[in-house]
């Protein structure tokens, strides 16, 4: 292991693609602290203060996953405040599209030329997002509702129409630069590099929500927490790399004076294939009840029955109420998300066109039943555990009082596993490109 790591150092190439990525991402959380124009920085940290020592009831919501996607910068209302949300969320209604319009999907079955006219969309739709998102983002802080503090987080210059408006390019110009800096990491870097930079904003409210544990719990609680953590964090780590693999063989065909196919392969169906958009589209749903009742509360303190309903059951991520709908929604999620992202009628005719067969399966309708069944059953566990995994920061808030953005759960544990592991992919397919051996065995 050590001899392996050292030859990537000792590896000119790789070497500079890993130190380009180091100092992408230095500049990215440099950006996380230079605040934005007409933000009181002061009062900013003054404000967040009783949140982070967890006195505080903090942001809520998706406002909290935004705050973690963006490694703490949202709240402080920095350059790079929006993180890579708008990205995320743009990719995400970008790849939804393609069942709507036949035009995004056509694109997709192009190849190179057709995905990156999607990728030149999803950058468009990145910056309207990062417009939308911004605007809503300082509306919020202008009201008192970001941060519960009595000092006005924005000086008086950033109350005129031109001080809200830059203040909107600023942010929207900061997402756009973290875009391109993923898109350097990808072409020059180790790659991933969207994945990479929510990796370290994620990685960063670690130390963080430690030193909570550790201060309100003490250290033997954190170590219990600690080592649950590396338990979690394995058996994340198994069901990440586990997958149903479905034989295929190919047969032989001549093609002039050579023969092609004869060979056998498989078709790897992951456990999770949804990844981590279910647990987003879920906490953004659950959102919405809440924000409504935001809107409709009384003027006079006297709020409508079925807002102090939601306000009681939907808002409190410890409340078992909102624990099972938060669980049940994953799963449905989870199944919509795969029925969308694999087509196993489009998957059967490709084995059909290239003379691929599964032995024991008809080709054509029979082979895209086969692959919907064993789809569906394999589906079933993976979106038990999103659910399971979902629910662990949940609990926490019960048990141990930590706050939702508790590091061994969740979001935050998906992201760092699933990215952790493809980065080292990575790595180690460049370093067997110089070398027999890499970084894995």
């Not at 939804?96 to 739709?125: D, M, N």
């Not at 430690?210 to 080592?227: D, F, K, R, S, Y």
Request: proline residues 5%; hydrophobic residues 50%.
């Amino acid at each position: 292991m050590f001899s392996a790591v050292a030859r990537i150092f000792r590896t000119p190439d790789l070497r500079k693609k890993i130190g380009f990525s180091l100092a992408i991402v230095a500049l990215f959380r440099l950006g996380s602290f230079i605040p934005a124009p007409f933000v009181d920085f002061e009062v900013v940290q003054n404000c967040l203060t009783p949140i982070e020592s967890g006195s505080g009831d903090g942001a809520a919501g998706l406002y909290a996953l935004v705050n973690l996607f963006s490694g703490g910068a949202l709240l402080q209302l920095s350059i790079f405040a929006l993180g890579i949300m708008p990205y995320i969320t743009a990719s995400i209604i970008v790849q939804l599209l393609r069942v709507v319009i036949p035009h995004f999907e056509t694109l997709y079955k192009e190849g190179q030329s057709g995905q990156a006219r999607l990728t030149q969309y999803t950058r468009y739709l990145t910056i309207a997002l990062g417009v939308l998102q911004s605007t809503t983002l300082i509306t919020v802080a202008r009201s008192g509702q970001l941060i519960p503090c009595d000092l006005p987080l924005i000086t008086s210059d950033g109350e005129t129409i031109w001080g809200m408006l830059l203040m909107v390019i600023t942010m929207t110009a900061g997402t756009g630069l973290i875009m391109w800096m993923g898109e350097l990491i990808t072409e020059r870097g180790v790659g991933n590099g969207m994945s990479l930079l929510i990796f370290t904003s994620i990685a960063a409210t670690f130390p963080g929500s430690l030193m909570q544990i550790a201060q309100q719990q003490g250290v033997e609680i954190l170590l219990v927490v600690i080592a649950i953590g590396l338990a979690i964090i394995a058996a994340v780590i198994f069901v990440e790399q586990s997958q149903r693999r479905i034989p295929v063989q190919y047969a032989k065909r001549m093609v002039g004076r050579r023969t092609y196919g004869g060979n056998n392969t498989y078709i790897p169906i992951k456990v999770n294939m949804a990844g981590v958009v279910p647990v987003i589209f879920a906490s953004s749903l659950l959102y919405l009840p809440s924000l409504i009742a935001q809107f409709n509360q009384g003027s006079d303190g006297v709020n409508p029955w079925w807002v102090d309903w939601i306000n009681n059951n939907l808002t409190n991520g410890g409340h078992p109420l909102y624990m099972a709908l938060y669980f049940l929604l994953i799963v449905g999620f989870t199944y919509f998300y795969v029925a969308i992202t694999f087509n196993p009628e489009e998957v059967a005719d490709n084995m059909k066109k290239y003379g691929g067969f599964i032995p024991g399966i008809r080709a054509g309708r029979p082979t895209a039943e086969y692959l919907d069944y064993v789809l569906t059953r394999v589906t079933l566990p993976g979106s038990l555990y999103l659910g399971l995994v979902a629910l662990i920061p949940l609990i926490a808030l019960v048990a141990i009082n930590a706050n939702q953005n508790f590091p061994f759960g969740g979001t935050s544990i998906l992201i760092m596993v699933g990215v952790g592991l493809e980065t080292v992919k990575q790595i180690d397919s460049q370093l067997q490109q110089r070398h027999y051996e890499g970084l894995l065995r």
